[in-house]
């Protein structure tokens, strides 16, 4: 018996121009690692949409590619996403909070292809982890004041 194939878009986001190009390799390691992580989970990727130069604190729904993506799920059968990581969803704490709470809400599942299971469980310790780590993420992202 084979297994399902289920329908994924992937969802690629780098803030810098510096780090967009043909000659960058940040597009290419997130389609890398999106691409593996969906053919080991049993996904078919068929849509890819990319913000580049986009910062992870821009919210989900004023970034260009992410809302054409948001359109296209509705007419394409799929109902999940995926990135390679959770930051590159978002590095703000409260843009990915409520980024994942509008895609719960419209029945999208989100997958980190680095952490599969961090969007997708909603037990108190799994939303306090998401919550620790999106923090986290935020606090190395963020520039320091000077002292």
Do not use: C
């Not at 952490?115 to 469980?121: D, L, N, S």
């Not at 982890?129 to 520039?143: C, D, K, N, S």
């Amino acid at each position: 018996m084979s297994k399902e194939v289920r329908k994924a878009v992937a969802y690629l986001r780098t803030s810098s121009k510096a780090n967009v190009g043909p000659d960058k390799d940040s597009d290419k390691r997130q389609r890398a690692a999106i691409g593996a992580y969906a053919r080991a989970a049993g996904y078919e990727v068929v849509e890819t949409f990319y913000d580049a130069a986009v910062s992870g604190a821009d919210p989900v729904g004023e970034r260009p590619g992410f809302a054409e993506m948001l359109e296209s799920l509705l007419a394409n059968g799929a109902r999940t996403i995926i990135v390679e990581s959770p930051d590159r969803f978002a590095r703000d704490l409260m843009v990915q909070l409520a980024g994942h709470d509008m895609l719960k809400a419209k029945g999208v599942t989100l997958v980190a292809a680095s952490a599969p299971t961090h969007f997708t469980e909603d037990t108190p310790t799994a939303i306090l982890v998401r919550q620790v780590l999106g923090a986290i993420a935020e606090f190395e992202w963020r520039p320091l004041s000077p002292s």
